[in-house]
């Protein structure tokens, strides 16, 4: 069983093709990793796969109704738009939206899925502060807490370490291994290839809109691909604290 | 019911009743509502029925449509700015139905006039929405406004010069600035189907703001249909204005104002903001109708002056707010 | 100042101006009653409409100007009428141009007609045929109060002046004092309203037994749609309902005397239903 299951999906904006024969099954367990340089297609391929953008091929998320997808699939967009002063706890039930029937009011089951989410993510004294007053740690956390309420079995998340201190981007991937760990599925895109090598089960590495490389991580950031696809070189060293990743130099 | 939809729905009761007992016409206020209440043939049942009735009615709908239309259309665009005066919605749905009168076609058919304000209303809201984007930036917004209400407005002059009809030419004032003077029930029962079924269509979007306060990809992903969503607010913000502007002119502001004053009471929750906007938008414009009455008791001082002088300075001050945020 | 003016830029002393041009309604039908054949010119636009000018057909036979100073200019003329409230800016560029320019002040009861009438005939050099027309006017005013003794008394009907806008005339208006002549009592006045707005429900309260409306104009107007609010329809049942004839009240001409007659005519009608 998969959570997400491309086949030869394409993506052409403006006439360009962006992404192209994108296939890609994401099981139950796993923590993806989607790397690839600057416009490589990454958010392109996550909008593909949710249906947000119009896309050749098969997703099998895309195919679902609205209502049905937003029930297995949750999705952190790169902005981290709040656009009214609304309270922490009100931003984490917004999560809650794809799992209420046409006017009706919030259960006990969705309070209850809120409640886990705020705790999960140490909001607990936040959550009654405007959600456009917190700190861009806090405002990660808290949408990622919005996240978590949805109660998907798949997440998807763009960059979410974006303009996050060390100590928040360690947290935030700790937090996706340990739903992965439980069962859950992330698929994340990532810049920071030191942080994916420690964090992530698997990496889907675009290159050039098509898919580069697919597997664990060792197998996948080899000194070739890092070559053609990165155009850099890189230390990576298994030590006793586990795999160590270090862009070395620029070689184009 | 919350505490402030509670506190707004008994103020507004209480203006409503206000406007009921506001009048040149010397009434007791125990006989009026008498005569209200027992109609007959008698001259203070005909002032109370067909006179201060429509009024208050008219004020108690149309200020509960402009305040609704306003807290959606900011929910959408996620602006504070936008609001149906503001950005020519009011103004197109002025030149509709003004085209409707001095074409005649209002005369030939009653349902012409809300029909005709509805259409230059749609024109207006699905221009500005198309011009300011999906994301209404304050820029884009405040400019693509001031272009719709200076066509709308020179085109609505146009018709009203060319008129072949003397008065016709001083009535820019009232349809720039409204007013709710000598209405009647006839008023009445020509806007309430239109605004109704704009209530109800703009009611059905609480959930869909909700979600946009995460941004459209957010909420696209949580099952929100966003074509779906600006085609019924399209509509829905048509039907209302459309059908107060027929009746009353444009009123500018209320949908500014209201949402703005409110947001804090409701946890700046876009789909409670509906709601208690309306109660507000009701109240706001019960007490504009009311002041002038008791300002200038026997002339006509538009509505629009009123609200202007409050909701220009809150404009301002948004704009300085937006500013700082960088626009 | 004026005559000065005269003697200055146009005929020999004492001499009747040749060249005549109204740029004002209520000019052009005193100066059509009272000049001259070939000493008026020209007329205005407006004295062609029939809703306001008692004398379109007449009208019809004079060149149109539509009251601008540069078309004005350009006939040439030695004297132009205008009313006191004609564009400020024509008026005194006339003026600049070397041309005589007499105004008409508005006319607020029957014996200011009396007046212009008077006015107009000087300003021609046509004093005779004013102060015959003036005789005229006299005797046809005495004739139309023949069965009246003295200013309407108590029980007289009361009648409500309601026009666009809601807008009413109070006694010391030409409209008042035509009710008046009429035998008609003036509803809102007694109730203190002037000339100006007359609110809704004061009229619905004042209950007149005549409610005399505007007559409409083509297209819609806001300002007229008053006239059809369900209250003034509701008065009606209660109330008769005239229409002024608005072109014999507008001006104070001698015509104002036909408007005299229609309110009269309403005024017998009523107390014969009574």
């Not at chain 1, 931003?91 to 006990?108: D, F, I, S, Y």
């Amino acid at each position: 069983m998969s959570l997400l299951s491309l086949s030869d999906l394409a993506v052409t904006l403006r006439g360009r093709p962006v992404i192209s024969g994108v296939t890609l099954d994401i099981a139950p367990g796993e923590f993806v990793g989607l790397i690839g340089p600057n416009g490589a297609g990454k958010t392109t391929l996550m909008r593909a796969a949710l249906g947000l953008i119009p896309a050749a091929g098969h997703s099998s998320l895309a195919a679902l109704p609205a209502v049905q997808r937003a029930k297995l699939a949750a999705w952190m967009p790169q902005s981290r738009e709040i656009a009214w002063p609304v309270s922490v706890e009100t931003l984490v039930m917004l999560g809650r939206v794809p799992h209420l029937g046409a006017g009706q009011r919030a259960t006990e089951a969705d309070r209850a899925a809120v409640e886990s989410a705020i705790a999960q993510m140490g909001l607990g004294p936040l959550r009654h502060r405007a959600a456009t007053r917190l700190s861009g740690g806090e405002t990660a956390r808290a949408l990622i807490a919005r996240a978590l309420a949805q109660e998907t079995p798949l997440l998807m998340a763009d960059e979410p370490n974006a303009g996050l201190d060390p100590a928040h981007q360690i947290s935030t991937m700790e937090t996706f291994a340990a739903l992965a760990a439980h069962g859950k599925s992330c698929l994340v895109s990532l810049h920071d290839l030191g942080l994916a090598v420690r964090h992530c089960t698997r990496l889907v590495l675009l290159g050039q809109g098509c898919v580069a490389a697919d597997g664990p991580p060792a197998a996948v950031l080899t000194p070739q691909r890092l070559q053609d696809v990165f155009g850099i070189t890189a230390a990576y060293l298994h030590t006793e604290d586990g795999p160590l990743f270090q862009p070395l130099k620029v070689t184009r | 019911m919350s505490r402030v939809m509670i506190a707004l729905a008994l103020l507004t009761a209480a203006l409503f009743t206000a406007s009921l007992l506001v009048g040149p016409a010397d009434l007791a206020p125990g006989d009026s509502l008498a005569a209200l209440w027992q109609g007959g043939d008698g001259p203070v049942a005909m002032v109370m029925r067909q006179i201060r009735l429509p009024r208050a009615l008219l004020a108690l709908m149309i200020g509960a449509s402009l305040g609704l239309a306003g807290a959606a259309m900011q929910g959408y665009l996620r602006n504070p700015l936008a609001e149906p005066g503001l950005i020519g919605v009011s103004g197109s749905a002025a030149l509709g139905a003004v085209l409707a009168i001095h074409t005649g076609a209002a005369a030939m058919w009653s349902l012409g006039l809300p029909l005709a304000a509805l259409g230059g209303a749609l024109v207006g809201v699905a221009l500005v929405m198309g011009l300011a984007g999906p994301r209404g930036g304050s820029l884009t917004l405040i400019l693509a406004g001031i272009a719709i209400s200076a066509l709308a407005g020179a085109l609505t002059s146009l018709v009203l010069n060319l008129s072949p009809n003397p008065f016709a030419a001083n009535e820019i004032v009232f349809w720039m600035m409204g007013s709710l003077a000598d209405r009647s029930m006839t008023h009445v029962w020509l806007a309430a189907p239109l605004m109704v079924i704009g209530w109800g269509l703009i009611g059905t979007l609480g959930r869909g703001l909700d979600a946009l306060t995460l941004g459209e990809d957010a909420a696209g992903a949580m099952g929100i249909s966003l074509p779906r969503m600006r085609l019924v607010l399209v509509l829905g913000t048509a039907c209302v204005v459309g059908a107060s502007t027929a009746v009353a002119g444009a009123i500018g502001f209320v949908g500014l104002v209201v949402p703005h004053i409110l947001r804090p009471f409701v946890g700046a929750r876009p789909s409670r903001l509906l709601w208690a906007s309306a109660l507000g938008g009701a109240v706001m414009l019960l007490i504009a109708d009311i002041a002038v009455r008791i300002i200038l008791p026997t002339q006509d001082l538009k509505l629009g002056v009123l609200t202007a002088l409050v909701g220009a300075p809150v404009f301002l001050h948004l704009i300085y707010k937006t500013r700082k945020d960088g626009i | 100042m004026m005559a000065g003016a005269a003697v200055l830029f146009s005929a020999p002393l004492g001499a009747a101006p040749s060249r005549v041009v109204s740029i004002n309604l209520c000019t052009d039908q005193l100066a059509m009653l009272l000049a001259a054949p070939g000493q008026l010119m020209s007329v205005s636009r407006i004295a062609l409409d029939p809703r306001v000018s008692s004398m379109a057909d007449e009208a019809a036979h004079y060149p149109i100007n539509a009251g601008r100073a540069e078309e004005v200019h350009g006939m040439a003329p030695d004297l132009v009428v205008a009313g006191e409230y004609s564009s400020r800016d024509t008026v005194a560029l006339l003026r600049q141009l070397g041309i005589e320019v007499v105004q008409f002040d508005i006319v607020g009861s029957l014996e200011e007609v009396r007046d212009r009438i008077r006015q107009m005939g000087a300003a021609l050099g046509r004093e005779a045929a004013a102060a015959a027309m003036i005789a005229k006017f006299d005797a046809d005013l005495a004739q139309l109060r023949e069965d009246l003794d003295g200013p309407p008394g108590p029980d007289a009907p009361r009648a409500a002046l309601y026009s666009a806008n809601g807008y009413t005339s109070g006694d010391k208006t030409l409209s008042g004092e035509i009710l008046a002549a009429a035998g008609l009592r003036n509803a809102p006045a007694e109730a203190g309203y002037g000339w100006g707005k007359l609110p809704l429900e004061v009229l619905a309260m004042l209950q007149p037994d005549l409610v005399i409306t505007a007559r409409r104009y083509p297209r819609g107007s806001r300002a007229e749609e008053i006239m059809d609010h369900p209250v003034v329809e509701g008065l009606n049942g209660q109330a008769a309902r005239a229409v002024m004839s608005d072109q014999d009240w507008v001006c104070g001409t001698p015509y104002v005397l036909r408007a005299i007659g229609d309110m009269a005519a309403a005024r017998r009608k009523l107390e014969a239903g009574r």
